[in-house]
């Protein structure tokens, strides 16, 4: 177990995903090969109807030498990687002989209820009549003095321009698009995706006037490699280190503050 920790020292997060994935039953499919120190495995994505496979190698000592798995984040490190070595933790002995099985799912419950039948909707009513556009307009300008730091803010704030999900293709969706996972030459299939015309760059240029206060801008430079992180890539390019901290950065949660 101490192998484990160690080896998700920077992500401890994930060996309590990993977890998660062993009691929800969603790792299968697991191959043991003492002779040559792997293990295989496949684990169910979350939320998702496909299965990630993957594979660790141990060093002579059977400490964890490298880690692989078929998702996005899978030449780094992710829960699915820690959810086949948790697993085999508990069921696998390196006196084993080499073996395979498929686990089982776990049983379902039948007597299982809808989100409408756990929480039913209850009327409710804020304002004794409907309000007109002129007294939400005059809420709003009164709300501006918070900066957005009051809900109401983001309940009243104009939709995100659809048009920019059009102009800009979502990262995101082509790293989990089966085209990309199958491919063998992942960098033309990134290239060819995420071309951006002269065109587009206009029109986005355009419509992401104000940055931050311009809720375009916030959807257009998710997952995207944005100017305010090119030093810190560049840096580290220099010194051929890619800290988990830069993936961090580039990876992290995307949280619009809409004012």
């Known amino acids: 177990m101490s192998s484990i920790i160690n080896y998700f020292k920077d992500e401890e997060k994930l060996i309590c995903k990993g977890e998660n994935a062993v009691d929800s039953g969603h790792v299968n499919n697991i191959i043991f090969d003492a ?62 002989s ?12 039948t007597d299982i209820q809808t989100v409408d039948q756990l929480f039913p909707s209850k009327e409710h009513r804020s304002t004794p009549r409907d309000l007109t556009e002129e ?39 082509v790293l989990c698009s089966t085209e990309y996972l199958k491919s063998d030459d992942k960098t033309t299939i990134l290239q060819q995706k995420l071309f951006v015309c002269a065109d587009a760059i206009s029109k986005v240029a355009k419509a992401t006037v104000g940055q931050i206060s311009n809720e375009n801008w916030l959807i257009c430079r998710k997952h995207r490699l944005t100017a305010s992180n090119f030093g810190p890539i560049l840096t580290a390019c220099r010194r051929n280190r890619f800290p988990p901290s830069l993936f961090k950065r580039l990876t992290g949660i995307y949280i619009a503050n809409f004012s």
């Open 135 to 173: 007294e939400v307009e005059r809420f709003k300008t009164k709300l501006q003095v918070f900066d957005g730091a009051v809900g109401f803010s983001w309940l009243l704030s104009n939709e995100s321009n659809e048009q920019m999900k059009d102009l800009l293709l979502d990262i995101e969706e």
């Open 98 to 109: 080499s073996c395979s099985w498929n686990v089982k799912n776990q049983p379902k419950k």
């Open 35 to 96: 002779a040559i120190h792997i293990i295989r495995g496949s684990v169910h994505a979350s939320m998702r109807a496909r299965e990630y496979k993957v594979e660790i190698l141990f060093a002579s000592d059977w400490s964890i030498d490298h880690a692989t798995c078929e998702c996005p984040r899978g030449q780094l490190l992710c829960h699915h990687m820690a959810a086949v070595l948790l697993f085999s933790h508990y069921n696998v002995s390196i006196t084993d």
